[in-house]
């Protein structure tokens, strides 16, 4: 099982649209989450934090779910901007691994006109 | 501030040539230090995980080496390059133990001809 999971997508939605990706992650002992943005030939860059209490920040909306090892992303009313890859990580903050980053494979989301 | 500098941006090797792509860290002192691939439509691929000086983490057999010469200095090398070693490549840092997150570089696109 990978240690990061994530739906593969592509999603191709229409501006205004709300979209949701999940995704799933293998360590419990895992202690922080993130959803990044890599656009087109470009590196990821954070979008957001993920906390324990859900968080919001404009049209994005993060959601963890500890007892299921789940995190969310939803997306309200689509921008053809929004189109891009988004990755979810997780960050095993404890033990020996000293805080190694660990990236799903990404959701890639498109939005037409 | 911290800022992080991967260079070239873009490198063109004939098959068999040598490697040598450098990456440093300005700000921040013992940070964690990546070097993942992503080959053309695929996600991330972690290469290699350092957590501190002379201490390198291999995550998949390669043609591929790193080393750490200096706290915030990742260099990857390889002796001779093969066709499927084309990709962009991507250094990025963070924290020991962060709750942030980690930064990416602008990354080095390899094209191995």
Redesign the interface.
Known sequence: RKEVEQDPGPFNVPEGATVAFNCTYSNSASQSFFWYRQDCRKEPKLLMSVYSSGNEDGRFTAQLNRASQYISLLIRDSKLSDSATYLCVVNDAGGTSYGKLTFGQGTILTVHP | SQTIHQWPATLVQPVGSPLSLECTVEGTSNP?L?W?RQAAG???Q?LF?S?GIGQISSEVPQNLSASRPQDRQFILSSKKLLLSDSG?Y?C?W??????????????T?LTVV
Do not use: E, K, P, Q
């Not at chain 2, 963070?94 to 570089?105: E, I, L, N, P, Y």
């Open positions: 964690n990546y993942y695929r996600g991330l972690l995980y957590v962009f991507l990025a963070s924290a020991h133990h962060s709750t942030v997150g980690g930064t990416f570089g602008s990354g696109r």
